[in-house]
């Protein structure tokens, strides 16, 4: 009886054994086909094809008028009524304002009262002769000097518009366009042929910079290299100028004797010249002028008499309305006839664009682009670029630059409008190309794994060089010809096969040990960091 029982007990024991056994080798059969079924889903093929390539670069940025256009009248008339408000479209000949008809007669009279008292004046003044003396005004260096003794002043007037020139300041300026960055306060240097001024960057205007130096021995319209501290940087080159000129002339006359020399320095009211032949004086050439321009302002009287109105002169967009209803149109300056009463932004709208600094070696003048705009997606028109400037805004680390582009329409759109240009720096036809996700790399080196014919084994690894890409296809210069297929390695999703692959404690855990696919040795030992997502693992 006991060894009847303990038969039956060994025979389940066996039973038992062999379910286990069976489960366990049943497991690994399903392990080793999922990892096979892994392996090969994550091989992919892809074929070098005849294709074009873009590469572009974007940014984006708002509308900008870059014109703003004046709309003068004359100094004195009475506003009746604005009709305009800041921000509307007005057309060219369109009545901004009324002028206040009963006002316009009383400037009109007075005017040509003023005109009656000029010419009294002028009466006066017509026998006073010039001074022979042409003297310095102010304390300054002469730094151009045009006339020779013999000249007529009015012949050198006529063709350089000064006698001479004085600088007053002290200082000579160079402007440029940097090729690097610069900023205000930053010493630099100035190399005028063999000399080497040391200069001051005082100015950053658009991609423009101004430096500052002596001006005593620098020469006026002479091209000269601005130079970083080093002295051997070339931050770009400006043509010499005088940075606060005065220009002296005369009424008329010959040049009989000149007195002082090229960069010479001169105190106030100290002789320049000696004159012969002298003209009417000064005093009567002003007043002649003055009475020129008010005869000028009476016309223009006269014509609003007949239309008391101010008009638009082109079209435009009310960007400043500067008088009010009842109002006097008052000049700036007291020499000033004309008084500016509204200002117009221009309906040449640009795309004003911030770039990153990685972008602009490829972006050039000329350039065509595409450009949306966040308030009509639906609307894309195209673009060119027109301005670059040379002078970056840095923000966190990253330095930006503004891309002014000329738009091919502006129909419907409005100043201060966002848009986000894509400007086309390149473009390639009929290269060999691949999807950039299927190029390896090794120690600065690309390479494909070529076609083995046997699903889930890459290939043998071959080296090509690459050239234009635009993000997502690569152009293949050399090693692949159009029609050949390579292999690369793409990751699964987490739940490809319908279980997690990073393990647990369930019956397939640790199944993406050991589901690396086969593959050739690679051109070079090291690290692989190219496209391929597990290129790091699979090594």
């Known amino acids: 009886m006991n060894k009847a029982k303990k038969k039956r007990r060994w025979i389940w024991l066996i039973v038992i054994v062999v379910i286990i056994a069976a489960v366990f080798v049943s497991c690994q059969v399903m392990q080793q086909q999922a990892l096979t079924a892994q392996r090969i889903a994550s091989i992919k093929t892809a074929k070098a094809e005849t294709a074009g390539i873009t590469k572009t670069v974007s940014g984006s940025g708002t509308l900008e008028a870059q014109d703003t256009l004046d709309v003068q009248t004359v100094s004195g008339v009475k506003i ?71 000249n007529y002043a009015s012949d050198i007037t006529a063709d350089k518009n000064a006698l001479m020139v004085l600088s007053t300041d002290g200082n000579m300026k160079a402007e ?34 101004t430096a500052l130096f002596t001006d005593d021995g620098p020469r006026v319209g002479k091209t000269a290299a601005v130079l970083a501290k080093n002295m051997k940087t070339e ?79 082109s079209d435009g967009v009310v960007k400043e309305a500067l008088v ?40 050039k003048e000329g350039q065509t682009a595409s450009v949306s705009f966040d308030a009509l997606p639906a609307k894309e028109i195209g673009a060119a670029v027109e301005r670059i400037s040379s002078l970056g805004t840095s923000e966190n680390g990253n330095t930006k630059y503004s891309v002014i582009l000329n738009l091919s329409e502006t129909e419907g759109l409005y100043a201060g409008m966002s848009a986000t240009a894509t400007i086309t720096v390149e473009t390639k036809q009929n290269v060999v190309a691949l999807p950039l996700e299927t190029l390896q790399e090794e120690n600065g080196e690309n390479f494909v794994y070529m076609d083995s014919g046997v699903p889930g084994v890459l290939g043998e690894a071959r080296r090509v060089k690459t050239g234009l890409s635009d993000g997502k296809t690569v152009e293949i210069t050399e090693g692949l010809q159009a029609g050949e297929t390579i292999m690369y390695q793409v990751k699964l999703p987490e739940d490809y096969f319908g279980f997690s692959q990073q393990g647990g404690n369930g019956m397939f855990s640790g199944m993406r040990q050991g589901a690396n696919p086969q593959r050739s040795q690679a051109p070079n030992t090291g690290t692989n960091a190219g496209a391929n997502p597990n290129a790091q693992q699979n090594r």
Do not use: H
Not at 257 to 264: A, C, P, R
């Open 235 to 313: 931050l770009g080159k400006g043509v010499l100028a005088v940075n606060s000129p005065i220009a002296i002339n005369a009424a008329g006359g010959k040049i009989e004797k000149i007195y002082v020399d090229l960069n010479e320095k001169v105190s106030r009211n100290e002789k320049l010249l000696k004159m012969e032949d002298n003209p009417l004086s000064s005093d009567y050439i002003k007043k002649l002028a003055e009475r020129d321009q008010k005869s000028k302002d009476y016309a223009l009287i006269l014509s609003l008499l007949n239309n008391p109105v101010i008009t638009a002169g």
């Open 176 to 209: 440029f366009k940097p090729t690097g960055k610069v900023s205000i306060g930053q010493s630099v240097y100035v190399k005028d042929g063999s000399k080497t001024y040391s200069a001051k960057i005082t100015a950053v205007s658009g991609d423009t910079c």
């Open 80 to 150: 009746d009524e604005v009709l305009v408000e800041e921000g509307d479209s007005v057309a060219k000949g369109q009545t901004l304002a009324t002028l206040d008809q009963a006002e316009l007669e009383e400037l009109a009279a007075d005017t040509n009262i003023a005109i009656q008292q000029m010419d009294m004046e002028l009466k006066r003044l017509s026998g006073k002769e010039a001074d022979k003396y042409v003297r310095a005004p102010v304390e300054g260096r002469v730094k151009q000097i045009f006339v020779k003794e013999g």
């Open 324 to 363: 009010k209803d009842g109002e006097y149109a008052e000049s700036d300056s007291k020499n000033d006839t004309q008084a500016t009463v509204f200002r117009l932004n221009a309906t040449n709208l640009k795309l004003n664009v911030s770039l990153d600094e990685l972008d602009m070696p490829f972006v």
